[in-house]
Every structure is written in structure tokens, then in C-alpha cells.
């Protein structure tokens, strides 16, 4: 037994020893005032770079866990040595468990110094280690109190200083997402806005108040820790609401309540300060946003109690809800409160609206339409070859491209004179080919809403096909040297690239020219996009008809990076070129109307005293005050001809010749092509009542009449006696031929001509504007 005491007595000797030795032999650490205040210059130094450097200070944030274990195991073996004395002498059971307690407790500012052996209390070296062990233990907690409580201090400071000088604009992203950071990293934010971005809760979340050791090391809302560093050099503000947003919320105590629950009090407050606020609800999880703004409308509509005066919503608020564009969400919108401060954001129509563009600039079409993949004759505005398409993939990317392809391909072939003396047109034959795995369930929803699209002509669905099976590519065999457009639209990036370029090559091996072939291919990641169009061996040769230039023979589209800019969803939330047009338009049909001339100049007074908001909100107020499905099928109807009418301007500038061959306008030509339309007093295009003029502005008056029929078609109509919008009716749904010779309706072509003359006006005007650029 005494050998034994001997023995450890001997160990615990032997490093008390070498802890001795060190300190002699390394004198740096001993009495010296200079040397140890040289060594605590270092240090503190050192923490301040830990503190200010913001890489520093990102690397402690993501590490905080390792950081605070090798603190913790620093702890232990200190005092181990430290408590190697005594009872618990070379006992390892007794010093593990006595050093891991007095290691958690450092990071409680707790030391148990007076338990450490006193002949250590002697040694700089061990000393030092301590001080240093026990300091970053206490760093670390801090840390950790600042990550938890700080955030929330600093957000809370920010807000009030808002209230108090509330300048520039709010910013509110209500979850944060991938789409949510697009926006927020496209917004030109000057020094004076302001962005909140909330974290919701979510299911995972349910039991995110209990406190665990995963909240220690920030852990337990890792699904918005990959945002917090963007975020931070967005320099926005981050908050965490209670509660989702959903009808539960809508209470009589008005917004001050509705926030309380939400336990966003000051951010209402901060809200109610600011003349122009935004609000994004971005989720990839649609009815969610859906149930969003269906609450805040609800709210809204209920008024504002006397105590609801600090939480009011701004007059110049606007709404971004990603959703689908459809009548259950058109019929949410046009319910009470928020009247025309909510916008759909539906990404699957904005990326078709990349190939469509939406009429802000007429020279940034690029070559996506239908126009540029036929013959043109700008003569006579007419077209001398075929249009194929094929779409791969009919959810609601491709069936939203399916519509544009639809309604943009529909051209005059020939145009000869009939035996009443009247003319016969002739249509130029067009086929848009549809696969895709599911595609009896898609079109069979499909048909349902558009019925006067079952057994087109211009439409081959490829039923029990899909692009891996043999018959899909036997059947490519028949009409790959016809096919013009392809568009691509499957969920994975990797199997739509795939598959692009397998078609493309396919193309190329079977094809005899390439020169009017193009593959648009759906990609979510702008990455994949770039990496894509990178590839060289994918470039073509572009015939235009007036000289060859270089494009992507695959061309992506729709990135979630280019959907989800501010800029984007800005332009197509004013829906500025449609409102214009609609004004515009309504000013020309009361031109060329038979009313009284005195009516006439009254009604367009009228039009001009409202311009063109005002013109537009007030035909949607008419059809909300309403409240009928006819009605809302009407003013669904007018607004979307607006629409397409402005998109295809540039169809007509093309059949014209008053586009080069790199979109820019050929001011020449389009300066002839508004003489051309120029009406008398009598509304008589005069220079255009005989010869290529008259040929050339009647074909593009069959042209447009083609164009707003495939656009009927889609909005559901069918041919009917008379205008109805309860059976989705109408009389003018005929080809060309009928048109013109029926006397009920043959005067509409007037219209369709109006449509031309207006769409060269409205070029010339940005031509304009380009010019004084």
C-alpha cells in the first residue's frame, strides 16, 4: 500500500515537475512586466479582429459548436492537472467528472481556482492557460447571448429610430425563401430603406420555444441560417413571428390586435409611419400565400377602430403574392379591402412572359416569337412557310407557352380574289405538338377550359408517349425537318438540359437546315443557365431574311434569379404598355365609331380627362361592383386582349419590315407604315385604298383577327350567335373569309385595322423616346 502512494505521489510529481521545468525554462511568461504586457497586447488584439473583422466574426457564428467544445475539453484537462491532488489523486474517474463540472460552470463565469492544487497557483504557464481558457469559455457565452438576445435588441432600436424618422421605403418579406433573397438582393435600395425580413413558423418549429441544447448553438432554425449572412450585408432586419398568418387572426379589435398576435406590435407601429410600403409573400407553398393575403384583405375590410390609429396600413401599399393566376385567386382579389394593392406573382407565366417580353420595349424581344421562324413577305405582310412547335412538358409552364405559341402563330398565307370580288384568305397551316407522361389527366383539364380548341388542327396531342419511350422518338423522325420551336419544361433542371441537348442533337444529324430551329429549355438555377449557354457547340446561325447572325441554339428561360427580380415583378405588376394601350384604344374606337361627332368629342374628352390609370381602374370597378361571373368574364377578356395586343406589336412591326435585322426599328419603314394607317374625316385609311397598300393593311387587319380569335379560343370562348358571357359566346369567332362577308359583323374589321394603326403609333412613339435617349 505505501509503494503504491509512493507511486502516484511519484506521477503527480513528475508533471508538477515538468510544469516547473517549462516555467523555467521559458521565462517569457515570469515577473516581467514587459514581456506579459506584450503577450496581453497580442491577445486582446486578437479578440478585437474575433470582434470587428466581420470574416472573423462569421466563422465564430458557424463554428460556435466546435469553438465551445474545444473550450469546454480545454477546461477538463486543466483541471485535471489542477485537481490531480489529494483524494483525488491519479483517480481518472474523480478528476473526469470533477474537471467536466467545473468546465460547464466556466461558461457561467464560474472558477474553481481554490480547488486547484496551490503549488500551481506558482506556475505563469499554468496560470496563463487558465485565464485565457476561462475568457474564451466566457467569450463564447457571450456570444451566445448576443446571437440570441442581440439580433432582437438591435431590430427593436432600428424600429424605433424608423417611427421616429421614417424616410424611404419598407420592405416586408413575410418568410424567408430562395425567392424572397432574389427580390431582396434586386431592390435598388438607397441608404434610407428599410428591410424586415420575418421567419414564420413552421411545423418543425411547433415546440421551438422550449429551450434546448440545439438553441445554444443556434441550431434549431437551420432552415434560414444559409440567409442570415445575405441578409446581414442586405443590412435588414430579421423577426420572428408567433403565428402564421390565416383567419384566426381577423378579429373586431382591428389591426393592433391582429399584430399583438402576431407579436409584431413594432412593426405595425413602424408600418403605419411609411408613405410606401411592400409586402412579399413569396412561398413556394402557394395556398399558403393565398391564405395570407386572403387574411390581411379580410382585416383591411373590416375598418379601423380609434385604437387601431398607430397600426394603420399606408395608402401607397402594395402586395406581392406568388401564385397561380386563375379564377379562384382572380376571385380573391377582386373581393373587399385592398382594392388594387395586391399582385399575383405567378413565376410560371413570367417565365413564358421572358419569350413573350411584356411590351416595355419593343427592341429587347430578342428572336423568341413565332414570327421569326417563317418566311416573311413584307410586302404584302403575308407568310410563305409553315410554323411547328413542339412542347415537352404541358404543366404550368408549358401550357402557359403552349398559350403564347397559340395565339402569336397564326399568319395570312395568301390572299386572291374571290368570285364576289371580296377577298379569299387563305391561313398559313401551323401545329404545335404536346407531350408529356401524364398528358390524358392535363388535357383533359385543359380542354374543359378552353372547349374550342377539341380537334384543332393546329394541335397533334402525342397521347401514350413521353420523350424516353422509342415511339416518341420514331414520331420526332416524321417532323423533325418541319419543326421550328421546342420548348422544354420538365421539374429537374438536369433532365430538361438532358433532354434539350439530345433533341438538339437529334436535330442536327436530322435536319437539313438549322437556320429556323430553337430549343427553349425551362431552368430553375441561374447557374445551370449560364453553365448551359456556355457550351459553344450549341451555337447556330440565324437566317432573319436580311443577313445571318449568331444565336444559343439552346436558350434557357424562367430562372428563378430573373422571375423573382424587383424590377420584373414591378413592371408587370403596373401593367403600364397595357393601361396605355387600352387608353389609347378607347380614344381610336370612339374615332372611328358611327356616334354623333358631338358624342364622340365628348367621350374622348372624357377618356383624356381620366389618362390611362384611371381609364383602367374604372372598367374594373365596374365589373367588381357588379359581382357576376359574366361580368367577371368580361373584364377578364378585355384585359387580356390589352395585354396581347401590346405583345403583338411587335409581330406586325416584323411582317411589316419596321424591324432590322437586330430588332431595331427601321424608322423609315415605320414611318411609312404610320402613313399608311393615317384616317380622313371620314375614317378612311386614304393611303391605303388601292394597290400594295391596300393589300398590305388589309392582311395585317386578317392577321390580327386571326390572333384574337386563338386568344378567344383560349379565354374559353366558343362561336355563337350572339355575345354572351354567361355561355362564353361570341359572333366574331370566324375565319377571315366568313368574316368579311357576313353584314352582321363585318364591319368589326374596322377594329382589327384600329389594332394596326394603333400598334405603329404606339412604335413610332418609343422609337421616339429611344431616340431622344
Not at 132 to 140: G, M
Not at 179 to 190: F, L, P
Request: proline residues 2%; hydrophobic residues 40%; charged residues 25%.
Amino acid at each position: 500500500m505505501e509503494e503504491r502512494l509512493n507511486e502516484h505521489t511519484h506521477d503527480a510529481g513528475c508533471l508538477d515537475q515538468l510544469i516547473s521545468s517549462w516555467d523555467q525554462n521559458v521565462p517569457f511568461l515570469n515577473d516581467n512586466w514587459f514581456n506579459s504586457g506584450l503577450l496581453a497586447a497580442i491577445f486582446f488584439i486578437f479578440v478585437a479582429i474575433c470582434i470587428l473583422d466581420r470574416g472573423c466574426r462569421k466563422f465564430i457564428f458557424h463554428h460556435l459548436k466546435t469553438i465551445a467544445s474545444t473550450v469546454f475539453l480545454a477546461g477538463v484537462a486543466l483541471y485535471v492537472i489542477g485537481f490531480n491532488d489529494m483524494g483525488s489523486q491519479n483517480n481518472l474517474l474523480t478528476l473526469l467528472l470533477r474537471s467536466s463540472i467545473a468546465s460547464v460552470e466556466m461558461f457561467v463565469s464560474e472558477s474553481e481556482l481554490i480547488e486547484v492544487k496551490h503549488s500551481l497557483h506558482e506556475s505563469p504557464l499554468y496560470m496563463t492557460a487558465f485565464a485565457i481558457t476561462h475568457f474564451a469559455a466566457v467569450f463564447v457565452s457571450a456570444i451566445f447571448i448576443l446571437r440570441l438576445f442581440g439580433l432582437k435588441l438591435l431590430t427593436r432600436a432600428t424600429l424605433w429610430l424608423k417611427r421616429k424618422m421614417p424616410r424611404g421605403k419598407l420592405y416586408v418579406f413575410w418568410d424567408i425563401n430562395p425567392n424572397t433573397m432574389a427580390v431582396a438582393d434586386s431592390i435598388r435600395k438607397n441608404s434610407n430603406d428599410l428591410l424586415v425580413f420575418i421567419k414564420l413558423p413552421g411545423e418543425q418549429h411547433a415546440h421551438s420555444s422550449r429551450f434546448t441544447f440545439s438553441h445554444f448553438f443556434q441550431t434549431a432554425n437551420s432552415d434560414i441560417e444559409p440567409y442570415m449572412d445575405h441578409i446581414e450585408n442586405l443590412k435588414g432586419l430579421v423577426m420572428t413571428a408567433n403565428r402564421k398568418l390565416s383567419m384566426d387572426l381577423v378579429g373586431n379589435d382591428g389591426l393592433a390586435g391582429f399584430y399583438r398576435q402576431l407579436g409584431l406590435q413594432s412593426l405595425g407601429k413602424t408600418i403605419a409611419k411609411y408613405e410606401q410600403v411592400e409586402f412579399f409573400f413569396l412561398s413556394e407553398d402557394m395556398n399558403a400565400n393565398i391564405e395570407a393575403i386572403s387574411t390581411l384583405k379580410k382585416q383591411a375590410s373590416l375598418g379601423k377602430p380609434e385604437a387601431d390609429k398607430r397600426f394603420a396600413l399606408p395608402k401607397d401599399l402594395h402586395v406581392y403574392c406568388h401564385a397561380r393566376r386563375n379564377h379562384f385567386t382572380e376571385g380573391i382579389l377582386s373581393g373587399k379591402g385592398l382594392k388594387y394593392h395586391i399582385h399575383l406573382i405567378d413565376s410560371s407565366l413570367l417565365s413564358v412572359m421572358q419569350l413573350k417580353e411584356n411590351g416595355s420595349n419593343l427592341t429587347k424581344y430578342g428572336l423568341n416569337h413565332p414570327v421569326n421562324f417563317v418566311d416573311i413577305d413584307m410586302n404584302t405582310g403575308t407568310v410563305s412557310s409553315a410554323f411547328h412547335a413542339l412542347i415537352i412538358g404541358f404543366g404550368e409552364t408549358g401550357q402557359d407557352a403552349f398559350r403564347f405559341l397559340y395565339e402569336f402563330s397564326p399568319f395570312v398565307k395568301s390572299v386572291k380574289p374571290g368570285p364576289d370580288g371580296l377577298d379569299c384568305i387563305t391561313e398559313q397551316e401551323r401545329k404545335i405538338y404536346i407531350v408529356d407522361r401524364q398528358l390524358d389527366r392535363l388535357k383533359a383539364a385543359f380542354l374543359n377550359d378552353a372547349p374550342a380548341l377539341k380537334g384543332s388542327k393546329a394541335i397533334e396531342w402525342l397521347d401514350g408517349m413521353n420523350v424516353e419511350s422509342p415511339s416518341f422518338w420514331d414520331k420526332l423522325h416524321t417532323f423533325i425537318d418541319k419543326l421550328n420551336y421546342v420548348v422544354v419544361t420538365l421539374d429537374s433542371d438536369e433532365f430538361a438540359s438532358t433532354i434539350a441537348i439530345r433533341l438538339f442533337e437529334f436535330a442536327y444529324q436530322y435536319r437539313k437546315d438549322m437556320s429556323k430551329f430553337r430549343i427553349y429549355v425551362r431552368l430553375h438555377n441561374e447557374n445551370n443557365k449560364k453553365i448551359l449557354e456556355d457550351i459553344g457547340k450549341y451555337k447556330l446561325i440565324h437566317e432573319t431574311g436580311r443577313e445571318q447572325i449568331q444565336i444559343n441554339g439552346i436558350e434557357a428561360f424562367g430562372t428563378d434569379h430573373a422571375i423573382f427580380s424587383h424590377d420584373n415583378i414591378l413592371a408587370v405588376s403596373k401593367e403600364a404598355d397595357a393601361k396605355d394601350y387600352y387608353y389609347q384604344y378607347s380614344i381610336l374606337s370612339e374615332e372611328i365609331s358611327s356616334k354623333p361627332e358631338e358624342e364622340k368629342r365628348q367621350e374622348i374628352a372624357n377618356i383624356r380627362s381620366m389618362g390611362a390609370e384611371k381609364k383602367w381602374k374604372n372598367r374594373r370597378e365596374r365589373a367588381i361592383e357588379q359581382n357576376t361571373l359574366e361580368e367577371e368574364t368580361k373584364i377578364t377578356y378585355q384585359e387580356e386582349q390589352d395585354r396581347s395586343d401590346v405583345c403583338h406589336i411587335y409581330t406586325k412591326l416584323m411582317l411589316a419590315g419596321a424591324l432590322d435585322a437586330h430588332n431595331c426599328f427601321n424608322l423609315d419603314r415605320l414611318e411609312q407604315m404610320v402613313k399608311l394607317t393615317a384616317r380622313n374625316e371620314k375614317n378612311e385609311y386614304y393611303n391605303a385604298l388601292t394597290g400594295e397598300n391596300k393589300c398590305l393593311l388589309n392582311n395585317l387587319s386578317y392577321g390580327e383577327h386571326l390572333r384574337w380569335n386563338a386568344k378567344m379560343e383560349l379565354l374559353g370562348f366558343v362561336w355563337g350567335p350572339q355575345k354572351d358571357f354567361k355561355l362564353k359566346t361570341h359572333p366574331c369567332i370566324v375565319d377571315c373569309d366568313e368574316l368579311i362577308r357576313n353584314k352582321k359583323i363585318q364591319e368589326t374589321l374596322i377594329y382589327d385595322t384600329g389594332v394596326v394603326e394603333l400598334s405603329f403609333r404606339k412604335a413610332q412613339q418609343q422609337a421616339a423616346a429611344l431616340g431622344k435617349d
